[in-house]
Structures are given as C-alpha cells and as structure tokens.
C-alpha cells in the first residue's frame, strides 16, 4: 500500500491509497490436469487473477 494523507483545513482531511497486486503480471499457474487417459494429461488449463490496482480516496471530517 502507498498513501498520502492531506490535511485540507484543520477538521478536514483526505487521504489517498493505492494498491497493486500481482506487479510482474506473471500469471500464476493452475494445476496440471491429472487425469490418466486424458489428452489433456499434464496440461495446464487455468491462470489465475491478473493485474489488479486499487485506488481509494477517504474524506474525514
């Protein structure tokens, strides 16, 4: 997480946050199909999440 907090008067106050999963975007690999017989035996048929951001903006009074 990387934030930074304003001060906007002396009761007012915004803060804003990002956060960032999976940098690289190397996607992580699902397990192999372990299925004897199959044609897809050994096969990798799944990735898991991409690259996510998020960003958020907090208003404190």
Do not use: Q, Y
């Amino acid at each position: 997480m990387v934030g930074k907090a304003f001060a906007l008067s002396e009761s007012l106050h915004l803060e804003f946050r990002t956060e960032v999963f999976n940098v690289s975007n190397t996607p992580p690999l699902g397990a192999p199909n372990m299925v004897l017989g199959n044609p897809a035996f050994g096969t990798i048929t799944s990735a898991l999440d991409p690259r996510v951001f998020e960003l958020a903006l907090k208003l404190s009074f």
